[in-house]
């Protein structure tokens, strides 16, 4: 995905929020590959818990991409793991970060657990 000129801050870097937002792009598009969308009538992920840490700085412009892996499974639950790297310096790591994901039932607002079709595609995803 490009680094947007409204991505940098007044410091000439990008934000460490949009970090955060490069990230979610990527899981967001990771949960429609692997079939894992919400749907706010039934079920679907929830992020319960975000981190990233910034080891190099973003400048514009430039392209970056961001590598998602699957983690540690849970009963009803995931971790992501995700990496930014620069498409033109592909061996530089320039954060790393992940989320907790929770299977969620949404009119009910409770967790459930994973179903088998999703833990299956997460398994196989490793």
Request: hydrophobic share 40%.
């Amino acid at each position: 995905m490009p680094i947007r000129w409204g991505d940098m801050d007044a410091m000439g870097h990008v934000n460490n929020t949009i970090y955060f937002r490069y990230l979610e792009q990527a899981r967001i598009e990771w949960f429609s590959q692997m079939n894992c969308d919400p749907d706010p009538q039934g079920e679907g992920p929830v992020i319960i818990n975000a981190h990233c840490t910034f080891l190099r700085q973003l400048k514009y412009p430039g392209d970056i991409e961001v590598l998602t892996f699957v983690g540690e499974l849970g009963r009803s639950s995931f971790e992501t793991i995700q990496e930014i790297r620069r498409a033109d310096d592909p061996e530089t790591l320039i954060a790393e970060g992940g989320a907790k994901v929770v299977w969620v039932n949404f009119p009910l607002e409770k967790s459930m657990p994973l179903p088998d079709a999703v833990r299956q595609r997460l398994t196989d995803a490793n």
